[in-house]
């Protein structure tokens, strides 16, 4: 399923479920060979996505090295910066770039690169340690559920990243 958030409430004349429940009472004829996949952008954190990634699953995490301090860290919007007061544009893209979230330094694009070549991917409860080992117990469930942002796609650089935050903010619709 794409975009869950759009499919999880029934019509306004349906006498039937959503959606999305319905699908899942269907899946359960498979018994334990039944899979559902469903994806959407968790920009609410009251979505059925992000109920199901948070609440009701792992809700695992990319965390990367700091090149500068060594800690693994979760990066994500709160750590990305410098592309709010720009004048325009091109000032926007030069200036965005994540921070670490345990240092403050900011990053390069070619220590975020290098940093997204040493991933570990942890579930709540979960903490990834200066050495890159996993500690912790993921929680009891079922369902895996992940994140993962812009801060992790390789194929945009930071400019790219800033040039979109910046555009959005101005959009009038933010």
Not at 148 to 158: E, F, G, K, Q, T
Request: hydrophobic share 35%.
């Amino acid at each position: 399923m794409t975009e869950l958030d759009k499919m999880d409430e029934a019509g306004e004349n349906s006498r039937q479920a959503d959606p999305v429940t319905q699908i899942e009472a269907r899946s359960r004829s498979y018994g334990d060979l039944a899979r559902i996949f469903g994806e959407c952008t968790m920009s609410t954190s009251y979505g059925r996505i992000f109920k199901e990634v948070s609440e009701f699953g792992t809700d695992s995490r990319i965390w990367i090295p700091c090149p500068k301090c060594g800690e693994y860290v979760t990066c994500d919007r709160k750590d990305f910066s410098g592309w709010q007061d720009a004048k325009d544009l091109v000032e926007a893209r030069a200036r965005g770039h994540f921070s670490c979230p345990a240092c403050a330094v900011e990053w390069t694009e070619l220590d975020r690169l290098g940093a997204l070549r040493r991933p570990v991917i942890a579930a709540r409860d979960q903490i990834v340690t200066r050495s890159g080992t996993l500690e912790g117990s993921a929680p009891a469930t079922n369902t895996w559920g992940f994140r993962w942002n812009a801060m992790h796609n390789a194929l945009v650089n930071m400019g790219d990243i800033a040039e979109a935050e910046f555009r959005a903010e101005r959009s009038g619709r933010p």
